[in-house]
């Protein structure tokens, strides 16, 4: 079935580090990716999401890129700050019109001033 | 604030217990989908509702039960409970089945 793979945590940079969260997964047909971020004692937001391939999401200086060939999702931010430290999820909702979202285990992001 | 309304925030009960968990979808969304976020399983998807009809289901337990009603609040009804039921239970909503969702806050239930 379908299924994502994410690294690791907890990462820990210093402020104004560079990102990168990986994300690969597993589907059949052509999912649509997302990445939610859940801060601390708060629920799931969505952060960004791209729906086919080589279609690249960006908020809030987070980006991501859909690659097919590779079938990966990797979360990537230039600089981070002390307020993006958070757990982020990665997710896939496949080709079927439910819309059900299988998350990866989540990567817990801190962020030392 | 996603507009997704989670009742209780936190729930502590015992073993053998029923507890009924409560979502108030974003106002006209039809679809609301329930998820459980445990620190062994991760987020895993339980059941999806549309417009009162059940969508999909996930590994969601026989002693688990949902529905949604007519005015689209849904309910996720838990029984027999078990130390390993507790988790923090997640509802989402979209417009429809394929669509971005928006999730609550969550409730939290301790089983002890």
């Known amino acids: 079935g379908d299924s994502v793979t994410q690294m690791e945590g907890p990462v820990t940079l210093s402020e104004e580090a560079f990102l990168t969260i990986n994300c690969t997964y597993t589907?059949?047909?052509?999912?649509?990716l997302f990445w939610y971020v859940q801060y601390p004692g708060e629920g799931l937001q969505l952060l960004l999401k791209?729906?086919?391939?080589?279609d690249k999401g960006s908020n809030k200086g987070f980006e991501a890129t859909y690659r097919k060939e590779t079938t990966s999702f990797h979360l990537e931010k230039g600089s981070v700050q002390v307020s993006d430290s958070a757990v982020y999820f990665c997710?896939?909702?496949?080709?079927?019109?439910?819309?059900?979202?299988?998350f990866g285990q989540g990567t817990t992001l801190q962020v030392k001033p | 604030d996603s507009g997704v309304t989670q009742t209780p925030k936190h729930l502590i009960t015992a073993t053998g217990q029923r507890v009924t968990l409560r979502c108030s979808p974003r106002?006209?969304?039809?679809?609301v989908y329930w998820y459980q976020q445990s620190l062994d399983q991760g987020l895993q998807f339980l059941i999806q509702?549309?417009?009162?009809?059940?969508?999909a289901k996930g590994n969601i337990l026989e002693r688990f039960s949902a529905q949604q009603f007519p005015d689209l609040h849904s309910e996720l009804n838990l029984s027999s409970l078990e130390l390993g039921d507790s988790a923090l239970y997640f509802c989402?909503?979209?417009?429809?089945?394929?669509?971005?969702?928006?999730f609550g806050a969550g409730t939290r239930l301790s089983v002890l």
């Open positions: 989402a909503s979209s417009v429809a089945g394929g669509n971005i969702q928006y």
């Open positions: 589907a059949t047909g052509y999912p649509s």
């Open positions: 791209a729906t086919k391939a080589d």
């Open positions: 997710a896939l909702s496949g080709s079927s019109n439910t819309g059900k979202l299988i």
């Open positions: 106002s006209g969304d039809l679809s």
């Open positions: 509702y549309y417009n009162g009809e059940e969508r």
